[in-house]
T-cell receptor, first 112, second 115 residues
Framework: GESVGLHLPTLSVQEGDNSIINCAYS??????FIWYKQESGKGPQFIID?????DKRQGQRVTVLLNKTVKHLSLQIAATQPGDSAVYFC???????????FGSGTKLNVKP | KAGVTQTPRYLIKTRGQQVTLSCSPI?????VSWYQQTPGQGLQFLFE???????NKGNFPGRFSGRQFSNSRSEMNVSTLELGDSALYLC??????????????FGPGTRLTVT
């Protein structure tokens, strides 16, 4: 079933290429960020997180970059696979505890 | 370790009715948050519970309420349902304590349709 907005920006990449998904966040005081992947009909799946005292964090095939100067996050996926096709959201923590503001999402389409 | 579970997965209700959704967090997680996801508004924060107390609340009307039990399981309730309440309701759990932030994991959601 549908899970995201009707007019999502879409990134189309060839299988095996690297993907870069960008996100602008709103609050310069946000100190924690998460990238999620959401496949159709499923809940968002945690991919990777980063705290504001870091500029870069790497996981398996994924890297998150944080540029606090321009309030920008990016998610890099190496050697993109068809299974990476999904909608990707960045989420920024607002204030204390676990209140997150989610971006509108980017649809990644991987062409075999 | 089992993930976040939500029940029921699908619901169809009529305008004016009320509904209760349930969420069981990952074992050991004490924070439970609820989100509403719609095509038009995306993912929006409803509220967060920790140790049976609401710690955060989003900008939703009072018809939306929740609670958390001593075993960290949580329920949310929507009264006097409106057509615009049709959405995917997602629950997320986290280890987070005090003001620290930890990884937050989502359940599969409950798809609510109001007719």
């Amino acid at each position: 079933g549908e899970s995201v907005g009707l007019h999502l920006p879409t990134l189309s990449v060839q299988e095996g290429d690297n993907s870069i998904i960008n996100c602008a966040y709103s609050n310069s005081a946000s100190d924690y960020f998460i990238w999620y992947k959401q496949e159709s009909g499923k809940g968002p799946q945690f991919i990777i997180d980063i705290r504001s005292n870091m500029d870069k964090r790497q996981g398996q095939r994924v890297t998150v970059l944080l540029n606090k100067t321009v309030k920008h996050l990016s998610l890099q996926i190496a050697a993109t696979q068809p299974g990476d096709s999904a909608v990707y959201f960045c989420a920024e923590k607002e204030g204390n505890f676990n209140k997150f503001y989610f971006g509108s999402g980017t649809k990644l389409n991987v062409k075999p | 370790k089992a993930g976040v579970t939500q029940t029921p997965r699908y619901l169809i209700k009529t305008r004016g009715q009320q509904v209760t959704l349930s969420c069981s967090p990952i074992s050991g997680h004490r924070s439970v948050s609820w989100y509403q996801q719609t095509p038009g508004q995306g993912l929006q924060f409803l509220f967060e519970y920790f140790s049976e107390t609401q710690r955060n609340k989003g900008n939703f009307p009072g018809r939306f309420s929740g609670r958390q039990f001593s075993n960290s399981r949580s329920e949310m309730n929507v009264s006097t349902l409106e057509l615009g309440d049709s959405a995917l309701y997602l629950c997320a759990s986290s280890l987070a304590i005090k003001g620290d932030a930890y990884e937050q994991y989502f359940g599969p959601g409950t798809r609510l349709t109001v007719t």
